[in-house]
T-cell receptor
Framework: AQSVTQLGSHVSVSEGALVLLRCNYSSSVPPYLFWYVQYPNQGLQLLLKYTSAATLVKGINGFEAEFKKSETSFHLTKPSAHMSDAAEYFCAVSRGFQKLVFGTGTRLLVSP | SQTIHQWPATLVQPVGSPLSLECTVEGTSNPNLYWYRQAAGRGLQLLFYSVGIGQISSEVPQNLSASRPQDRQFILSSKKLLLSDSGFYLC???????????FGSGTRLTVV
């Protein structure tokens, strides 16, 4: 069975600071990994995905994530936070035809 | 391009009343379709998924049901709503390759 663990239900950063949202996965086969963002009362939007190509994945809005097999991690980063980045972020894992399994989410708070 | 439509955006229903939420996908054929629920302060719970017309798999036993009368139409229903059915309902689709889901904009259901 596959699963993801997101460390920290809330992360607070100042505008301009580094954003680091942590995700660790568990999978018995090489996984597909995803990060989604959700703004209040909206659906989820795909930020980026890893599907066994390059281990460093660049996404929208300046976010990127690095797949580290040795650490079973897929942390999401952004060099400089913007107020508009405040939202909830979900890490997810799947493999091929298997269903997407989501983490419990991390709410990012950005202060001026 | 593919689009997903979900309606209504918000719904307030009394306990014991029926429910019907509809989701349609355009611009693709044979999509996998999913219904998720997001309760306040919680992650995403997969309720139902479908890999074809009339094929429904239930993830969580409850008083909700789903149907797929057409290839790109997915309906979530209930005969009698409970207070615990309140939440944010999200429809999603994926291609057979399973390399990511696209979500609808969601329905905020409040059962009173």
């Amino acid at each position: 069975a596959q699963s993801v663990t997101q460390l920290g239900s809330h992360v607070s950063v100042s505008e301009g600071a580094l954003v680091l949202l942590r995700c660790n996965y568990s999978s018995s086969v090489p996984p597909y990994l995803f990060w989604y963002v959700q703004y209040p009362n909206q659906g989820l939007q795909l930020l980026l995905k890893y599907t066994s190509a390059a281990t460093l994945v660049k996404g929208i809005n300046g976010f990127e994530a690095e797949f580290k097999k040795s650490e079973t991690s897929f942390h999401l980063t952004k060099p400089s936070a913007h107020m508009s980045d405040a939202a909830e972020y979900f890490c997810a894992v799947s493999r091929g035809f298997q269903k997407l399994v989501f983490g419990t989410g991390t709410r990012l708070l950005v202060s001026p | 391009s593919q689009t997903i439509h979900q309606w209504p955006a918000t719904l307030v229903q009394p306990v014991g009343s029926p429910l019907s939420l509809e989701c349609t996908v355009e611009g693709t054929s044979n999509p996998n379709l999913y219904w998720y629920r997001q309760a306040a302060g919680r992650g995403l719970q997969l309720l139902f998924y479908s890999v074809g017309i009339g094929q429904i798999s239930s993830e969580v036993p409850q008083n909700l049901s789903a149907s797929r009368p057409q290839d790109r139409q997915f309906i979530l229903s209930s005969k009698k709503l409970l207070l615990s059915d309140s939440g944010f309902y999200l429809c999603a689709w994926s291609a057979r390759t399973g390399d990511g889901y696209t979500f609808g904009s969601g329905t905020r259901l409040t059962v009173v």
